[in-house]
Nanobody, 122 residues
Framework: QVQLVESGGGLVEAGGSLRLSCAASGRTFRTYAMAWFRQAPGKEREFVAAVNWSGGNTDYADSAKGRFTISRDNAENTVYLQMNSMKPEETAVYLC???????????????WGQGTQVTVSS
């Protein structure tokens, strides 16, 4: 059974940093792309960042560029999201996902985690 488990969420002040982790189990994901999305209450799921199978290519939402960094450790089947200079409007549940290729579209990801809550206080 495929499982994605996110961790690292919590409460942070505006301008602060958090590092999220997503551990994959059940199969080997080293040949797949991994991504982070977020969803705030009452809003659609929003792309944040994606990384290809090797970690050599990354993609970021405009809002994340220069502040967030996505990386992966294929030996550990884990993807990370380092978030710096966080803003209150980035309060959301952050979810990781696995797909055949890096994409900004939710429909291209077959497996999803349950998410981890990130709250940025002003």
């Amino acid at each position: 059974q495929v499982q994605l488990v996110e961790s690292g969420g919590g409460l942070v002040e505006a301008g602060g940093s958090l590092r999220l982790s997503c551990a994959a189990s059940g199969r080997t994901f080293r040949t797949y792309a991994m991504a982070w999305f977020r969803q705030a209450p009452g809003k659609e799921r929003e792309f944040v960042a994606a990384v290809n199978w090797s970690g050599g290519n990354t993609d970021y939402a405009d809002s994340a560029k220069g502040r967030f960094t996505i990386s992966r450790d294929n030996a550990e089947n884990t993807v990370y999201l380092q978030m710096n200079s966080m803003k209150p409007e980035e309060t959301a549940v952050y979810l990781c996902a696995v797909g055949a290729f890096a994409s900004r579209l939710t429909k291209n990801y077959a497996y999803w985690g349950q998410g981890t809550q990130v709250t940025v206080s002003s």
